[in-house]
């Protein structure tokens, strides 16, 4: 069963990227990994999936390297607006997922 | 957004009473699971159903049970509600075609047991 580390809360000023880094040493080779961004009395919002390799989309990127036991999160010029909770989620569909505790992050003015 | 509703959004409730939590979709999605939240726990997973009548335990089934009796319901009960289940509750779907692995979540339900 693939749990999940991260960092407990990451800071960074508007406009810089921000990358935040999952661990999921037990990732099982059917397992997907997707990314969420909660707001306060929100329900969790999926940003970014990837299985390997890159994926891009208007919002996000995603970094998987060869042997997936990590992935990062990477948010082109942040703004106030990106402050949340991030999780990453690792998880085949259908079965157990561990959602973690997630990154805290604020973004500075 | 996915068609995900919870009800209701929030509810306070005695120690010792039985309380159930509906999650309606209007989806057709296959999955669909119910997590609770807690602070300095993130979200942990109670119980998921892959079908109609399927159903199977996640990290902290103890004391919750389910049940889906149709594709776009999946309800949650508290046999005897305790304080430690105070939380806040999320629905989520998943399977839908071409789109399988992510999950989308309801509002969430905020659950006070007093």
């Known amino acids: 069963l693939a749990k999940t580390t991260q960092p407990i809360s990451m800071d960074s000023y508007e406009g810089q990227e921000v990358n935040i880094t999952c661990s999921h040493n037990?990732?099982?080779?059917?397992?997907?990994i997707t990314w969420y961004q909660q707001f306060p009395s929100q329900g969790p919002r999926f940003i970014i999936q990837?299985?390997?390799t890159k994926v891009t989309n208007e919002v996000a990127s995603l970094f998987i390297p060869a042997d997936r036991k990590s992935s990062t999160l990477s948010l082109p010029r942040v703004s106030l607006s990106d402050t949340a909770v991030y999780y990453c989620?690792?998880?085949?569909?259908?079965?157990?997922?561990?959602f973690g505790t997630g990154t805290s992050l604020t973004v500075i003015p | 957004d996915a068609g995900i509703t919870q009800s209701p959004r929030h509810k306070v409730t005695e120690t010792g009473t039985p309380v159930t939590l509906r999650c309606h979709q209007t989806e057709n999605h296959r999955y669909m699971y119910w997590y609770r939240q807690d602070p300095g726990h993130g979200l942990r997973l109670i119980h998921y159903?892959?079908?109609?009548?399927?159903?199977d335990k996640g990290e902290v089934s103890d004391g919750y049970s389910v049940s889906r009796s149709k594709t776009e319901d999946f309800l949650l009960t508290l046999e005897s509600a305790t304080s430690s289940q105070t939380s806040v509750y999320f629905c989520?779907?998943?399977?839908?075609?071409?789109?399988?692995?992510?999950?989308?979540f309801g509002p969430g339900t905020r659950l006070l047991v007093l």
């Open positions: 990837g299985y390997k």
């Open positions: 989520a779907i998943s399977g839908g075609s071409g789109d399988g692995e992510t999950q989308y």
């Open positions: 989620l690792v998880g085949d569909t259908g079965n157990q997922f561990y």
């Open positions: 037990n990732i099982a080779t059917n397992d997907y």
């Open positions: 159903s892959y079908g109609v009548k399927d159903t």
